[in-house]
């Protein structure tokens, strides 16, 4: 990957991006010939959106390819789906974003944890880091807010909302 930007990345991420991972089956036939069923994961990190320009923006700065998205409705804009590939790639991209991230941060620890168990014959913790995942990821969960009791605020009247705008800028010059 080339020196990037990786701030704007994080944002991309956290705004129209996925991490997670997928569970498939895979099948071995032993030395008896039986077949064996065993289940298959796979971490996936993606960001979608309808900007050609940004996937090529993407694939220049950060490499990885782009897909183009079907879409059931004739009349929807084309669809885009970006997605950095290796795991090596995957890794370095996760720890120059962690940073940054603010809604996918833990998505992402998850994430390191489950490419640097690699090679570890470890199904119960590759299963573990996988429900991990789906509970982060279902539908309908917000984020947790920094309100103290877990209140939700007060509606607030457009007036007030507008009055920082209203007010002089301060401007300090350190000596």
């Known amino acids: 990957m080339k020196a990037a930007n990786w701030p704007y990345l994080a944002g991309m991420i956290d705004g129209e991006g996925h991490i997670g991972i997928t569970k498939g089956c ?3 036939t032993n ?3 039986v077949e064996i069923k065993y289940p298959a994961y796979c ?10 320009e940004l996937m090529r923006y ?34 370095q991209l996760l720890l ?12 992402a620890s998850l994430a390191l944890q489950f490419i640097r168990i690699e090679g570890e014959n470890n199904p119960a913790k590759r299963q573990a880091l996988y429900k991990s995942f789906l509970q ?3 539908r309908g969960v917000s ?15 457009e007036s007030e909302l507008h009055g920082d705008m209203q007010s002089a800028p301060v401007v300090t010059q350190v000596a």
Not at 43 to 52: F, H
Not at 96 to 107: A, D, G, M
Request: hydrophobic share 30%; proline share 9%.
């Open 136 to 138: 982060l990821n279902r």
């Open 43 to 52: 971490l996936q990190i993606s960001i979608a959106n309808n900007s050609l």
């Open 143 to 157: 984020p947790t807010t920094n309100m103290p009791d877990g209140s939700k605020p007060e509606p607030k009247i």
């Open 26 to 28: 895979r099948y071995w």
């Open 31 to 33: 030395k008896d010939g």
């Open 96 to 107: 120059s974003v962690l940073p940054y991230l603010v809604i996918k941060h833990e998505q």
């Open 58 to 91: 993407l694939i220049e700065h950060f490499g990885g390819v782009y897909y183009l998205h079907t879409r059931n409705n004739p009349n929807a804009r084309m669809g885009y789906n970006w997605m950095p590939k290796g795991a090596k790639n995957k890794e």
